[in-house]
């Protein structure tokens, strides 16, 4: 069967920046593979591209541009934050998070989750970069399809796999 919309995917990627040899970034092996419906647009949508058609065990070796991976690194996404944000009834808390590299999600006014770098922390202001952390980054994908089948009535309705790799509800 090849991959195509409503079918659920089981493959095992690498990611690497830029190309086939570039700096690691997450490997998903066989033993705990990457499960998925395909074209529920919750993919990169040049992913998706990349594999339609192909069926198990099949590889797959592609290269995504940034504009049309994570999207471009912008000075607008890299903000200052009042330090009062991160106040908490023990001081100590806030110090313990607050420093250079550490990853933490803020909620912003409409309650969406944004998850952002702390750049520098000061004692009035936090400066945070809220880029995603591969934007900017040509993206290279190797892997290779484990199995192609058929979704579900049920998983259809509900938008994702259930059973094995996917939801259990
Ligand atoms: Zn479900």
Known sequence: MKI???TVVTLTYELRIDHAEGDLVERV???EPFVFLFGTDSLLPDFEDNLLGKEASNGFAFAITADKGYGLHTEEAIIEV???VFDTDNEQDASEVLFAGNFLTLVDQDGNP???KVVEAGDE???M???HP????????TGEVLSVREASGEELAHGHVHG???HHH
């Open 4 to 6: 195509a919309p409503n």
């Open 29 to 31: 092996e066989a033993t």
């Open 82 to 84: 009042p330090r009062s």
């Open 114 to 116: 944004m998850r952002g």
């Open 125 to 127: 202001v936090v400066i």
């Open 129 to 131: 970069d809220f880029n």
């Open 134 to 141: 591969l934007a900017g980054k040509g993206l290279h994908f």
């Open 164 to 166: 094995s790799g996917g």
